[in-house]
């Protein structure tokens, strides 16, 4: 059996539910499980957060369909005690991750990062875990600009300011910008080492980078930070 999370999961017919996973080693996997008989049960675990452990039917890669079908799945240790932000920002990875991931993508790292995510968020509440998560999905997906290295391929300078440009990287400017970028926040980031002064810039940096990858269509999730 391979350890899983649940991202999303909507009611499919009248006996059956189609749930979207993150699964180790695999990356996201759209699949198939009947409710039948054992609905509370199932439908117990099959919540987000909650640490899960599966079984599929093995899918002929002749086959047309990309969903898979669930054949065995229990609850690997208790659910994730999150609340408040730390339930958000969970929400929040969750969307990131069905709007991004294609089925099958092979993801092999994202899912030890989710999961050590996760198990931060509930010990302690730290919004800049997710720049590093955002980071690396980035990077899973080729959209991540090198951070340690301007566009002509000098070192990052602490003092020195930058203006993201698309496909070129961090440019050097003269002066600090409405749109400029620290390099002592670049190089945080990059190191996974952010303090609270650098929150803000890091915010805005990654959501930018997001934007193009998510399109028009907002993240519901962040409606929630908003209202709380």
């Known amino acids: 059996m391979q350890r899983a999370y649940v991202l999303h999961h909507r009611p499919f017919r009248e006996s059956s539910v189609i749930v979207n996973l993150l699964v180790d080693g695999v990356g996201r996997v759209d699949a198939i499980t009947r409710i039948g008989s054992k609905k ?6 099959l919540q987000p957060f909650q640490p899960l452990l599966v079984q599929f039917l093995y899918q002929p890669k002749s086959s047309q369909s990309s ?8 609850s690997a240790s208790l659910p994730l005690p999150l609340a408040g932000n730390a339930l958000y920002s969970g929400m929040y990875l969750n969307e990131l991750l069905v709007r991004l991931i294609q ?26 875990l997710l720049r590093y998560f955002e980071k690396q999905l980035l990077n899973e997906l080729g959209a991540m600009p ?13 003092e020195c300011f930058y203006r993201y440009l698309d496909e070129t990287g961090f440019m050097p400017i003269a002066a600090k910008s409405k749109q400029s970028f620290k390099g002592n926040m670049l190089l945080a980031l990059a190191a996974d080492e952010l303090n609270n002064e650098q929150q803000n810039s890091a915010k805005g940096l990654m959501r930018g980078l997001l934007a193009p990858l998510l399109g028009d269509k907002p993240l519901l999730s962040r409606k929630l930070f908003v209202r709380s």
């Open 146 to 158: 090198q951070l340690e290295y301007d566009s002509q391929g000098d070192n990052i300078s602490p």
């Open 67 to 74: 969903l898979r079908t669930i054949t065995q799945i229990e």
């Open 103 to 128: 089925v099958e993508h092979q993801a092999d790292t994202l899912f030890v990062a989710y999961h050590q995510t996760l198990m931060k968020l509930a010990s302690e509440f730290d919004a800049n």
């Open 40 to 45: 509370r049960s199932i439908k117990s675990i």
